[in-house]
């Protein structure tokens, strides 16, 4: 349908003793009330801001998955985005994932999105959004 994914922009990057912080600013450019952000990352030692407020434990993340990717869910994301800080010994480069979630359907031209007398969306936070998923490397 061609809606514009979330945005990330690299606001800084540096290495120091092994240590490497990485200060992200995500936005959804659809205005979208909710905002995921995944990163395959591997290292017991990640720390984590958002809007300079501290994230999960820092003193051990815990996967949200079994292939290591640690995440989290932010709702009522502010019309200029969020700050992202993350904190890792990690040499290899960063790969986030970040899906965009808003709720309805897209107007698509020539395809009605209404529903038949006898249906009806099913039940759950999913049913009816509208979700843009954007992958990142740096």
């Known amino acids: 349908i061609g809606a514009p994914g979330p945005e990330v922009v690299l606001l800084d990057d540096q290495t120091t003793d092994d240590v490497r912080v990485i200060r992200l600013?995500?936005?959804s450019p659809r205005q979208a009330p909710i905002v995921s952000i995944f990163a395959d990352v591997t290292t017991p030692d990640l720390k984590a801001t958002v809007d300079?407020?501290?994230i999960g434990d820092s003193a051990k993340?815990?996967?949200v998955d079994a292939n290591h990717r640690w995440g989290f869910f932010y709702s009522a994301v502010p019309p200029d985005g969020i700050e992202l800080v993350l904190r890792m010994k990690t040499p290899q480069p960063l790969k986030l994932t970040v899906t965009d979630r808003s709720y309805g359907?897209?107007?698509?031209?020539?395809?009605?999105?209404t529903y038949?007398?006898?249906?009806?969306p099913a039940p759950g936070a999913l049913s009816d959004t509208t979700?843009?998923?954007r992958r990142f490397t740096f």
């Open 131 to 133: 979700c843009v998923t």
């Open 61 to 63: 993340p815990t996967p």
């Open 52 to 54: 300079g407020k501290s």
């Open 25 to 27: 600013r995500i936005a």
């Open 105 to 113: 359907l897209p107007q698509i031209p020539q395809m009605s999105t």
């Open 116 to 120: 038949l007398v006898d249906a009806m």
